[in-house]
């Protein structure tokens, strides 16, 4: 019952920066833990960074330095700044909500977008 819509991604050059978004609707709780985790060919899905409704942030080593994420708690969307983008963050990306309404607790994924970045 819930739906995550995702937009940005795309291809960039190396050194250079791209956002994505993403959207979460229906069945969903005010209080929640959002966040982006990308995956490669024969690889898992590994968390990139999230957040929660507090504004507390996680980020993986390799791009605490270089991505940041945010959020608008009134529309439950997030967004990632991706900044000095190198061709290891290659991935597709996957938007990412976690948390409890008053009858269950839910977990939804995106269908994930494509970033390429050439070297």
């Known amino acids: 019952q819930g739906q995550l819509v995702e937009s940005g991604g795309g291809l960039v050059q190396a050194g250079g920066s791209l956002s994505l978004s993403c959207a979460a609707s229906?069945?969903?709780?005010?209080?929640?833990?959002m966040g982006w985790y990308r995956q490669t060919p024969g690889k898992q899905r590994e968390l990139v960074a999230t957040i929660t409704s507090g504004g507390s942030t996680t980020y993986a080593d390799s791009v605490k330095d270089r991505f940041t994420i945010s959020r608008d708690n009134a529309l439950n969307t997030i967004h990632l700044q991706m900044n000095s983008l190198k061709p290891e963050d290659t991935a597709v990306y996957y938007c990412?909500?976690?948390?409890?309404?008053?009858?269950?607790?839910?977990?939804?994924w995106g269908q994930g977008t494509q970033v390429t970045v050439s070297a």
């Open positions: 229906g069945s969903i709780s005010s209080y929640n833990v």
């Open positions: 990412n909500i976690r948390g409890r309404t008053g009858w269950a607790s839910y977990n939804y």
